[in-house]
């Protein structure tokens, strides 16, 4: 890949990736300012009528701590992301991260999405303690505590984004490791970064925007859609350790009671060659295909696994049933045996749960 190559993947598919994963912390930023403004807001000035004149004003022009946090956000994302690329190309594959400490940081996400949607709306005082507060240094620093808090946050959130990367950044960090070589490594991690910089910046100025034209009811929509996103993402670790009890199971179970969508007939059966039950799964940036096999329970089966040009996070494969876990290159090929000895469905998925499949053991 040239450079402009891994802008445009940032500014296109990345951005879109790292947006589904990542817009949430966004929104978090966003929601937390807003709230402490409409606060102040309420606070100095008494005629209701006036308030929702400066909100109107306001929403009419940009000025600059709408532009702040979101700017702060993407400055933390790119150093963090960068310094990642500098070490990757300089260590190799050694700095991978496991798929434990890959779900740990999306819970983690998921629980500060929470955390910040109780806190929007008023639950409980406690919600107010989870939330990152700037250290008293900087807001003597800065001498403006709405300031403080729209510089230290996003940026602490910023950084951290490098612990719950998007499908199309793992494929980039594979690129950069590829490398050998720091500069490099860090080049494009630093480029890609920067591509997807566009979009994170119309999410955050857009959400400042409309959070003062509906001034009302802006913090439960923001609250609403922080506890879908976290939702969203715990069910796909659920996915990933593929658990009793996930979204797509549930639905299935109260739509498909009689097995029609996961039918004999529909999976694709194993091809049998000297007593080995072979399978081949394709590996492609939207998914996993076929996304229904068979296989008899008791016979021997070697799995292969094809993938093309993948920038996605289907490239990292997860079979927890059979105990693989592996990450693939583009263009790479990975087989593994295994006997099945339990009847059932048993789901493979991404590292993410977002590109899923089912194997049933019969």
Known sequence: MNWISIFLTGLTSGGLSCLAVQGGLVASVIANQKDDELEEADKNTSSKKKVKEVAATSAKSFDALDW?????????????????????????????LSLGIRLGFQLAAALFMLATAANLLELHPIFRYVLLQPPKFLTRMIRNTSKSKAVFTPFVLGLMTIFIPCGVTQSMEVLAISTANPILGAAIMFVFVLGTSPLFGILGVGTAKLSEIWKGSFLKIAAATLVFLAASSMNGILVVMDAPVTFQKVMIAVLDPAGVIYADSDATQAVVAKGTQKVTINVTSSGYSPRNLAVKAGVPVELTLKSGEVYSCASYFVFPEFGIKTQLKQNDLQTFKFTPTKKGRFTYSCSMGMYTGVMEVL
Not at 70 to 93: A, D, M, P, R, W
Request: charged fraction near 10%.
């Open 68 to 96: 702040l946090p979101i700017t702060v956000f993407l400055v933390g994302k790119l150093i963090s992301h960068t310094i990642l690329g500098l070490l990757l190309g300089f260590l190799g594959s050694k700095l991978e």
